[in-house]
């Protein structure tokens, strides 16, 4: 018995100096991540307007990077707000799969690329903001990866606008030319986006802003003309139409809202230039701008599919079976095409880093 007792003391303290070691198993796994430093200590490509502290430093080894998603800096809530907001369309769609047929019925298919657009522009943002700060180059190259994101999410809100929510009104006018047009303008925002990103040092901010917004600008009036024009019809109706066909409208009415809200805050910097430095972890505009771009999503989704449930008698004259299968081909295609459009950039960004530091 004192044998088998002095046994089991034994496994008990081996047991205990294991867990002992586990603090230092961890701090080897984990290495302390550098604090972050002043706009003053990182060049000037990475400085942000009226953010005066939060940077990360340059160059450091990639789990850094990772890790400093649970670091206090001034890119932390940027990433968690599309990151959350990614898991809360990931966790929507699962919630829809259970009703909609996403793979039997390709009437639901515009949605499901909707849903598959929101979730990577959100994850391609999140990337972006979380590793962008390693090198010059891979500020570049994850920030172009962004706008592909961007281009897609552009896409899916054109298709499902395109799909379910247009009167047939409308459609008899675009029908030939809306999903080519939007295409060629998620091509252009992608290009106009990057080529901006690309100016950094050689054009006047409002000119970059300019390359980005005016191409995201047009893509977004024609994409979503279809609901502009369902709204002005609902408003001119003073709601005669049956209540059941429009439960969407306060969906869509609210992605417009949201968005519009988000352009603004996207453009200029409020509230961070009001109060420089003191919004250097929390308050920025494109904090804002993250927020109000996933309401927007959200309710964009939501009104999308209340359009598929509601409106199937509408779309499915309007569509013939065929017609999803060439939208999710084109849309594979649109993604294919701003791909090489990064690419092409990336080499571009390549050559002038190269040649900049054989300037030196």
């Known amino acids: 018995m004192a044998t088998i007792v002095m046994e089991k003391i034994g496994r008990l303290f081996i047991n205990l100096q294991q867990v002992r ?24 490509f990475f400085r942000e307007r009226f953010i005066h502290a939060g940077y990360r430093p340059l160059h450091e080894g990639w789990r850094y990077y990772v890790l400093s998603m649970f670091q206090r800096h001034n890119e932390t809530i940027n990433v968690w707000t599309h990151l959350l907001g990614a898991l809360v369309v990931l966790t929507k769609a699962a919630q829809l799969a259970e009703t909609v047929e996403f793979l039997g019925d390709p009437h639901s298919w515009p949605l499901l690329v909707l849903i598959v657009s929101s979730m990577t522009y959100m994850t391609f943002s999140a990337v972006a903001h979380l590793l962008s700060a390693k090198s010059e180059f891979y500020n570049y190259a994850f920030y172009f990866l962004d706008y592909v994101g961007v281009a897609q999410y552009q896409y899916g809100s054109a298709v499902v606008h395109f799909y379910y929510a247009i009167e047939k009104s409308w459609y008899t006018k675009v ?22 990103k690309y100016q950094n040092y050689t054009l006047p901010i409002w000119v970059r802003k300019v390359c980005q917004v005016v191409p995201s600008s047009l893509a977004y009036t024609w994409d979503t003309s279809p ?11 003073s709601g005669e139409h049956n209540s059941t066909n429009d439960q969407a409208m306060l969906f869509h009415c609210g992605q417009i809202a949201f968005f519009l809200s988000s352009a603004f805050f996207f453009t200029y910097p409020l509230p961070e230039c009001l109060f420089p430095g003191h919004c250097d972890f929390l308050g920025q505009g494109h904090q804002l701008f993250h927020v109000l771009l996933v309401f927007c999503t959200l309710s964009q ?24 299968h060439v939208f999710v081909l084109l849309y594979l295609v649109t993604t294919l095409i701003c791909t090489q459009i990064v690419a092409y950039m990336i080499k571009k960004v390549s050559r002038m880093l190269s040649d900049k530091e054989k300037a030196k």
Request: aromatic share 14%.
């Open 227 to 237: 609901v502009f024009h369902r709204i002005f019809l609902w408003y001119l109706s």
């Open 301 to 324: 989704i939501n009104a999308s599919h209340l359009d598929y449930l509601n409106r199937r008698e509408l779309y499915t004259s309007l569509h013939g079976d065929g017609d999803a």
């Open 21 to 44: 070691q586990v603090p230092q198993l961890l701090k080897e796994a984990v290495p302390s991540i550098p604090a972050p430093v002043r706009d003053v200590e990182v060049p000037r």
């Open 175 to 196: 029908w030939g030319i809306f999903m080519p047009v939007s295409s060629f303008l998620c091509c252009l925002s992608c290009w106009g986006c990057s080529f901006g």
